[in-house]
């Protein structure tokens, strides 16, 4: 079981706006920055936003937020493109340890 | 362009060794901790290991505590995980991850491509 509560799967149409959540605590979410990764059939992950930090070369259609001990990653105007896992992940004060979350499969219909 | 190339993956046998390696280029590497991450086969990211810029401060999953060993060689811009004591449940590939900053308590803001460990007899 992941440190990190992630949805299975969320599904989109093209251009339609999409949010995914990542639940924590307050060890972890509540404490630190999050990063949200790519990966595409299986392929190297690649980071989509970390913090409030969008890295070149990832288009401001992904943004990413936090309140409290969730933070989401949200895409506007979805792509067939961004068909993909997304994983949440931070640090834990607690375990001294990074988590993840357990990974969220987005189909874009 | 900063990039995090892996080596060092293969076959070995079940209590067997092996060192991975991580050549970075393109950022100042004492500047930033590192981090190693695994994903098993059909399974999710796993996070390994991590060391701060300095490489005085390192961290491990309980899963490998023991039996691996993060460091750096920041004169040859290199990190490393020197794996024992392998077991069947290690088989992964191993990405090397940069943090955005000093310490590991940041977030990872770029991925190398991955090295493929198999452990089996």
């Known amino acids: 079981q992941s440190a990190l509560t992630q949805e299975a799967s969320v599904s989109g149409t093209v251009g339609q706006k999409v949010t995914l959540s990542c639940t924590g605590n307050?060890?972890?979410?509540?404490?630190?920055?999050v990063g949200w990764y790519q990966q595409i059939s299986h392929g190297a992950p690649k980071t989509v936003m970390f913090?409030?930090s969008l890295p070149s070369g990832i288009p401001d259609r992904f943004s990413g937020s936090k309140s409290g001990t969730t933070a989401s990653l949200t895409i506007s105007g979805l792509q067939p493109e961004d068909e993909a896992d997304y994983y949440c992940?931070?640090?834990?004060?607690?375990?001294?340890?990074?988590?993840f979350g357990g990974g969220t499969k987005l189909t874009v219909l | 362009e900063v990039q995090l190339l892996e080596s060092g993956g293969g076959l070995v046998q079940p209590g067997g060794s092996l060192r991975l390696s991580c050549a970075a280029s393109?950022?100042?590497?004492?500047?930033?901790?590192m981090s190693w991450v695994r994903q098993a086969p059909g399974k999710g990211l796993e996070w390994v290991s991590a060391?701060?810029?300095?490489?005085?401060?390192?961290y491990y999953a309980d899963s490998v505590k023991g039996r691996f060993t993060i460091s750096r060689d920041n004169s040859k811009n290199t990190l490393y995980l020197q794996m024992n004591s392998l077991r069947a449940e290690d088989t992964a590939v191993y990405y090397c991850?940069?943090?955005?900053?000093?310490?590991?308590?940041?977030?990872?803001?770029?991925w190398g491509k991955g090295t493929t460990v198999t452990v089996s007899s």
């Open positions: 307050s060890n972890n979410i509540g404490s630190y920055a």
């Open positions: 393109g950022f100042t590497f004492s500047s930033y901790a």
């Open positions: 060391i701060s810029g300095s490489g005085g401060s390192t």
């Open positions: 913090g409030n």
């Open positions: 992940s931070t640090w834990d004060y607690s375990l001294s340890a990074r988590v």
């Open positions: 991850a940069k943090e955005n900053g000093r310490t590991v308590t940041t977030a990872l803001d770029v």
